[in-house]
């Protein structure tokens, strides 16, 4: 019985310290993938998002940066799913210092573009708030001294469209782009 009476809560923590990593069953905010963020794609059919700017897994330029021009480089995309609805754009660093930060959320893209860049967004697409409070692209930025950080250019095929208002929190805004998810298409640019 003593030792019983020792034990219980050595189980009791354990238990506490899985909880958290409980779910629900919906997509994280920032879709688990390997170190490097290699270009992937959650839809079958070949969903595949890529950059005439920089292959996957390689330098952005510096133009597309806070230290250049700090306008969102060339994205493109093919083979979007059946039944996609709408699509969205999550821009994130997630080797930034004080955790994930989102550099720029675009929902409303209609289905059928396949492309867009430092222009005008298609009509309909409404940008929401980054990081920075911001409702706007913010391109690479990562503080001196912190190395190479992994910028991941996720577009989401939506099975409805999700009404995201500029001034949702960031957090909150790719929440709910990836609960209404039918896959993902991903591509990664290094800076740093």
Request: charge should be neutral; charged fraction near 15%.
């Amino acid at each position: 019985m003593h030792t019983l009476m020792r034990r219980a809560p050595i189980a009791l923590v354990l238990l506490l310290l899985a909880l958290p990593g409980c779910g629900g069953g919906k997509p994280d905010v920032a879709p688990a993938s390997s170190s490097t963020g290699a270009a992937m794609s959650t839809a079958p059919g070949g969903f595949a998002l890529t950059s005439p700017a920089f292959a996957d897994n390689t330098p952005i330029p510096v133009e597309y940066s806070c230290k250049g021009r700090n306008v969102p480089p060339p994205l493109r995309w093919d083979k979007v799913p059946t039944g996609t609805r709408a699509l969205a754009l999550v821009v994130d660093d997630p080797d930034a210092p004080a955790g994930l930060y989102f550099h720029w959320l675009v929902t409303g893209i209609p289905p059928t573009t396949t492309e867009i860049g430092e222009g005008p967004l298609p009509p309909g697409a409404t940008v929401s708030q980054n990081s920075a409070g911001k409702a706007e692209y913010f391109g690479p930025c990562p503080p001196a001294g912190t190395g190479v950080h992994h910028y991941r250019f996720q577009l989401y095929a939506l099975g409805k469209p999700v009404t995201v208002a500029p001034t949702t929190p960031a957090p909150d805004a790719a929440r709910t782009i990836a609960d209404a998810a039918l896959g993902e298409a991903r591509t990664v640019g290094l800076f740093g």
